[in-house]
């Protein structure tokens, strides 16, 4: 089976998440979680839209600590803009979440790791969302030996999940969200 690249897929979820940043008042509600591991460091950043209002929250800190911080100055959306903008992006699958070498436990050199976790209530529209897993990279190379390492986790065809899945119709009652862990030290 094909390995599905998602890099027009996480374009297409920036500009929804910039819609709902832009444009809160279009709609009933949002939540927009995303996080990244990049390096070893972590970047939150929470967006959540009530009554017509943008509640915005920002975190950074290190992942083999507790040391996470609120980001004053915004690091995090700077970081995750910019993930958003790499050349090659693909999405694991839920097989990854039950791997030995879990994407969330451990840390990646090589690739930024990304969480994007949306629900939005669009006016006239039913609730929809999507959670989805995604490996980033800066070039082909690593992209390429990433694939040969991890293909048998990643999302082939555009295969649902359950865990990990593409846009949907939600239910009003927010399902367990999954988050970015502390890495043991």
Not at 14 to 33: E, H, L, S
Not at 61 to 78: I, S, T, V
Not at 120 to 130: A, C, D, S
Not at 153 to 169: A, S
């Amino acid at each position: 089976m094909a390995i599905t690249s998602y890099t027009q897929y996480l374009r297409d979820l920036k500009r929804i998440i910039d819609g709902i940043r832009n444009k809160p008042f279009k709609f009933d509600g949002a939540d927009v979680q995303v996080s990244l591991c990049k390096n070893g460091f972590g970047y939150r950043c929470r967006n959540r839209v009530e009554n017509g209002q943008l509640f915005s929250e920002h975190d950074i800190g290190p992942l083999n600590g507790h040391g996470w911080q609120p980001d004053h100055e915004q690091l995090a959306r700077a970081e995750i803009d910019e993930f958003f903008e790499l050349p090659e992006v693909f999405a694991y699958s839920d097989r990854a979440l039950h791997a030995d070498k879990n994407p969330l436990s451990v840390a990646h050199w090589d690739a930024t790791i990304g969480i994007v976790e949306i629900e939005v209530r669009e006016r006239l529209l039913p609730p929809r969302g999507q959670r989805m897993l995604f490996a980033g990279f800066t070039d082909l190379i690593h992209a390429e030996f990433f694939l040969a390492v991890e293909r048998d986790l990643l999302v082939q065809n555009h295969q649902p999940g359950t865990d990990l899945y593409e846009w949907r119709e939600t239910l009003q009652n927010k399902t367990t969200s999954l988050s970015m862990p502390v890495l043991a030290e």
